[in-house]
């Protein structure tokens, strides 16, 4: 992540983050647009108030980017790991799903 972009290694190194959710909860929750950073606020700051710089710095950077670039991002990770999360997740019908809660996110910061 060099140039300021997350790249499918990036992706790859919180794997864990990415399916925690069961695929078949995550599509359920994206189809129906749920607000999971709303939801799960206090745990999320949580998490958020014990990052170290570097995952600050990444954290920073995916809520600049495009939202279509990361669902590419997810496309790569779906098409390397088979993990139905990341096709989710990269699904253009979810975007609005994804740009609710990385606003949620920007507002928590």
């Keep these: 992540m060099g140039d300021g972009k997350i790249t499918y290694r ?5 794997e864990t983050l990415f399916t925690l959710a069961p695929s078949f909860l995550l599509e359920l929750l994206a189809r129906k647009n749920k607000n999971l950073v709303s939801k799960y606020k206090p745990i999320i700051q949580g998490y958020m108030d014990n990052l170290t710089l570097d995952q600050r710095n990444k954290l920073d950077i995916i809520l600049s980017s495009d939202v279509d670039e990361l669902q590419s991002i997810m496309d790569e990770a779906y098409r390397r790991s088979g993990k139905r999360q990341y096709q989710i997740l990269a699904n253009p019908n979810y975007k609005k799903f994804i740009v609710d809660n990385l606003d949620g996110l920007r507002e928590m910061i």
């Design 10 to 14: 990036d992706v790859e190194e919180y």
